[in-house]
Structure formats: C-alpha cells, structure tokens
C-alpha cells in the first residue's frame, strides 16, 4: 500500500476545468484500485470516479459521465481527475484513496473497501 496525496483544487468559475492529482511516491501496484470521491459541505462523502490500474478499466458516478475523467499516467505515479463544465454543485473536498482488496475495483460508488484517506484538495465553482 502506498500513500497518496492529492492536488490541483482550486477555485474555478462555472464551466471552467480542473486537473485533480492523486500522488503515490512509487509505483501504484498494477492490481489495484484507485478511487476519487468528493464530500460537500454538510454533504456525505460520495464516489465520483475510480479506476483498475492494470487495465485501465473504469467507473463513474452517473451523473458526472462525460463531464470527468479518471486516468493514470504510471510513469509518473500519478492518478488523474480531470473534470469539464463544472458547475457550482461540483464543490466540495476532493479526496483519493486505494481498494484495500487486489485485482478488485467494484463497479458502483460505494466507499466501502477504500482505506488511507489523505487530507484531500479544496475544489470550489462559482456561479
């Protein structure tokens, strides 16, 4: 298991983009599973995007299909959320975190299983 640390929140206007980091400080073991989630003010946490590293197999929340974009770019340890038109409801802390199980990814937006959560970066939109 290796830590993660997230970055590239920021304060953004409606329609704007932004490019969330998830950082590990080595190679992301290729069996796992590496999910984004978001948590709103007075809001519980909830999935937004994960991703199976080995084979590049990924899941979204519904409604953020076609607007966010989960990837990995394993040269640089680094997985990737890249969110499109945002709007006002997108704010909230953004957060990454690992599967706890190998070789498994489960394909809904459940927080079940997800372990080590770091301190997470500050996404803000504004009308």
């Known amino acids: 298991q290796v830590p993660l640390v997230e970055s590239g929140g920021g304060s953004v206007q409606a329609g704007g983009s932004l490019r969330l980091s998830c950082a590990a400080s080595?190679?992301?073991?290729?069996?796992?599973?590496i999910g984004w989630f978001r948590q709103a003010p007075g809001k519980k946490r909830e999935g937004v995007a994960r991703?199976?590293?080995?084979?590049?197999?990924?899941h979204y929340r519904d409604s953020l299909k076609g607007r966010f974009t989960i990837s990995i770019d394993n040269a640089k340890n680094t997985v990737y959320l890249e969110m499109n038109r945002l709007e006002p409801e997108d704010t909230g802390m953004y957060y990454c975190?690992?599967?706890?199980?190998?070789?498994?990814?489960?394909?809904?937006?459940?927080?079940?299983?997800?372990?080590?959560w770091g301190q997470g970066t500050q996404v803000t939109v504004t009308s």
């Open positions: 080595e190679p992301i073991d290729s069996s796992r599973c």
């Open positions: 975190a690992e599967y706890g199980s190998r070789w498994l990814c489960p394909r809904d937006t459940s927080l079940t299983g997800f372990r080590d």
């Open positions: 991703i199976l590293t080995a084979y590049y197999m990924t």
